[in-house]
């Protein structure tokens, strides 16, 4: 069964930064391309990265370029968001979704961030 | 960027009714387009993809059709598990973009 589970979200306040994790499990790993997605609080979804299976090719939304990396450790079957210089806007819940040739068939339950002073 | 236009916003249906979703892109997407459906407090789940597979495990009372700009959802018959809301998503053109959503609400 694949399994996504995200870590690492909470409440920050403007101007600083967070790591969040994603463990893979019941898939290999190495062998997919993966992403984060957002939700803003009673909005719809927001795609905000992409990575590939070696993570040689990354791709990031315009609202998050240059404040956001995306990486990969396929040793350790896990995927990771470095967030920095948060903004009140990027007050989301954040999954990380398998893809499907750019499309998303697994996603994990979602870790909420919180940007506020 | 291309734009996804989902309605309407809000379906109010009974058990039992068909429903249909209507997804507009503002540009060819050719048949590069899923659907996913999302319960309050839930993770989306992939129904349709390349605009008319479905996904593991969905039933074949849902179904999706369309190519270039023009895609429908199309639930036969309305299950109590159906409600819920749906997106739409396109990977013809980075970045990749979802629409707004169609809440499927109980009349």
């Known amino acids: 069964e694949v399994q996504l589970v995200e870590s690492g979200g909470g409440l920050v306040q403007p101007g600083g930064s967070l790591r969040l994790s994603c463990a893979a499990s019941g898939f290999t790993f190495s062998d997919y391309s993966m992403n984060w997605v957002r939700q803003a609080p009673g909005k719809g979804l927001e795609w905000v990265s992409y990575?590939?299976?070696?993570?040689?090719?990354?791709y990031y939304a315009d609202s998050v370029k240059g404040r956001f990396t995306i990486s990969r450790d396929n040793a350790k079957n896990s995927l990771y968001l470095q967030m920095n210089s948060l903004r009140a806007e990027d007050t989301a819940v954040y999954f990380c979704a398998k893809s499907k040739t750019y499309f998303f068939d697994y996603w994990g339950q979602g870790t909420q961030v919180t940007v506020s002073s | 960027e291309i734009v996804l236009t989902q309605s309407p916003a809000t379906l109010s249906l009974s058990p039992g009714e068909k429903a249909t979703l209507s997804c507009r892109a503002s540009?060819?997407?050719?048949?590069?387009l899923a659907w996913y459906q999302q319960k309050p407090g839930h993770a989306p789940r992939l129904l349709i993809y390349?605009?008319?597979n479905r996904a593991t495990g969905i039933p074949g009372r849902i179904s999706g059709s369309g190519s270039g700009t023009d895609f429908t959802l199309t639930i036969s018959s309305l299950e109590p598990e159906d409600f819920a809301v749906y997106y739409c998503?396109?990977?013809?053109?980075?970045?990749?973009?979802f629409g707004g959503g169609t809440k499927v609400e109980i009349k």
């Open positions: 990575i590939s299976v070696s993570g040689d090719n990354k």
């Open positions: 390349d605009a008319s």
């Open positions: 540009q060819s997407v050719s048949s590069s």
């Open positions: 998503q396109q990977r013809s053109n980075w970045p990749v973009t």
